[in-house]
């Protein structure tokens, strides 16, 4: 039901009877044709298709399948951003993860209940960091753009990352040191270099995931 592309990881918020959860798309499974009832993969969605869908939310709710409660097995997802309807659909199979909580708080676990990834992005210029600062907001995500450099520019990405924000950072503000450190300090797994500097292949690489992850 929304002009704008419809995707993994994208954070809503699910209206599930009267209750507003924040929440977020896990997976697509298949687009189903209206008119074959064909199943075609895809990776996002567009206005007025229809699909199978996974859909994760931060906290508890009571849920039912569509076939046992039409009520409680109803969902709306709204954007975070504009609190625009997204779209809507019907509760087919409900997963329990009661059994599957994690036992330890880590940026992966701070960052999974704000429906993203601890992400660290460098950026070529400030001018593109502001660029991916933006696109990242309007999407709903939760992020800052540093600008400071050295030590401080260390600690405070460090922070960041184990809050579960997504970092965005100049390459401006990042010398041979400076970027040793972060390196070193922070997890490597969640850094997206995507600096002209890098090898294209690589920066290719980064750049679809950013675009198909965030933006």
């Known amino acids: 039901m929304d002009d704008d592309r419809f995707i993994n990881s994208r954070s ?8 507003l ?3 977020k798309i896990t997976g697509i499974r298949y687009i189903i044709d209206v008119n074959t009832g064909e199943h075609r993969n895809a990776r996002s969605l567009q206005k007025n298709e229809l699909a199978l869908c996974s859909v994760e939310l931060s906290s508890p709710a009571v849920l039912d399948t569509f076939t046992n409660h039409r009520t409680l097995g109803e969902l709306i997802l709204i954007d975070r951003v504009t ?32 429906g993203q990834m601890p992400f660290l992005i460098l950026a070529s ?58 390196r070193k300090k922070l997890y490597s797994d969640f850094i997206l270099d995507l600096r002209e500097s890098v090898p294209e292949k690589d920066r290719l690489l980064y750049e679809n995931m950013v675009n198909y992850v965030f933006l």
């Open 21 to 23: 959860i924040p929440g």
């Open 83 to 114: 609190n625009a309807t997204s779209a809507c659909g019907v509760i087919e199979a409900i997963i329990d993860s009661h059994d599957q909580r994690e036992t330890e708080v880590s940026p992966e676990v701070r960052a999974k209940y704000l």
């Open 12 to 19: 809503m918020f699910v209206k599930a009877g009267t209750r």
């Open 125 to 182: 210029d400030a001018r593109k960091a502001e660029e991916i600062e933006m696109k990242l907001l309007s999407q709903g995500m939760h992020t800052m753009r540093l600008c400071v450099s050295g030590e401080r520019l260390i600690f405070a990405a460090d922070i960041l990352q184990r809050a579960g924000l997504i970092t965005v950072i100049s390459g401006d503000y990042l010398d041979r040191e400076t970027e040793a450190g972060l």
